[in-house]
């Protein structure tokens, strides 16, 4: 049942369904030889993570439409493509802009003393109007000045360009979460649902990191994509 459930978010998640609309349990059942029992206990699982819907009458069909990006997209290191979510397909949603002392942990990772003034701008990623993602940024001077009053109107890699604000490296830490009462209701999911954690640090052309970030992003709003090439010898 879980290899059925996998096979068939991926599917879901992916686009693959025409339409949107899956397979009868017949149709499944005979693609995947699977039993009647199993088949529902995999729908039941993508109902219950509201990926799929029931409709009477109609059949199943998918209740989401992730959005894809590259993750050299994701870092900022390349010119997203026209239809990223990248290419100011996203509108933010300002929760805080302000200067605060760097909590330790943040100034451990950015490598600046603790209480260092930083801006600290927090905000909420919409896509057709609905919340995908919440990110606070820690960012230190100079480049904290150049955005404290930037208008913000897409997504973090254009303010950063507005700002004049240039980067060279971008790295991230991904990790997985199950949303708490705080993020379920600023995200708009129900509390417990799967979430990706990630830490994100920005580094200038000198080396030095500038901008520490921790995005929370909806697990079945969001999907990120690469794909690695090896060199024939």
């Avoid at 994701?74 to 990248?86: M, T, Y």
Wanted: glycine share 8%.
């Amino acid at each position: 049942m879980r290899r059925l459930r996998d096979m068939l978010r991926g599917a879901v998640q992916g686009g693959h369904y025409p339409g949107g609309h899956l397979p009868s349990e017949a149709e499944l059942m005979a693609s995947h030889r699977a039993s009647r029992a199993t088949v529902r206990e995999a729908l039941a699982l993508l109902r219950a993570e509201g990926l799929i819907e029931r409709t009477q009458g109609i059949g199943t069909h998918t209740a989401v439409k992730p959005v894809k990006t590259s993750l050299p997209e994701a870092h900022g290191v390349i010119k997203p493509a026209r239809n990223s979510l990248l290419n100011q397909r996203m509108r933010p949603r300002e929760l805080d802009r302000s200067i605060v002392p760097a909590p330790a942990t943040v100034a451990g990772r950015l490598g600046v003393a603790a209480a260092t003034p930083c801006l600290r701008l927090e905000y909420l990623a919409l896509h057709d109007e609905e919340p995908i993602a919440v990110a606070t940024n820690y960012v230190l001077f100079p480049e904290a000045g150049l955005l404290l009053d930037t208008p913000f109107v897409s997504d973090w890699y254009r303010l950063l360009d507005d700002a004049g604000v240039e980067l060279s490296d971008s790295e991230f830490i991904f990790d997985g979460e199950l949303a708490d009462a705080p993020l379920a209701s600023v995200l708009a999911v129900r509390e417990g649902a799967p979430l990706i954690l990630m830490e994100q640090l920005i580094y200038d052309h000198a080396g030095r990191p500038f901008d520490l970030a921790f995005i929370h992003t909806r697990g079945e709003r969001f999907r990120f994509v690469s794909r690695g090439h090896k060199e024939l010898s």
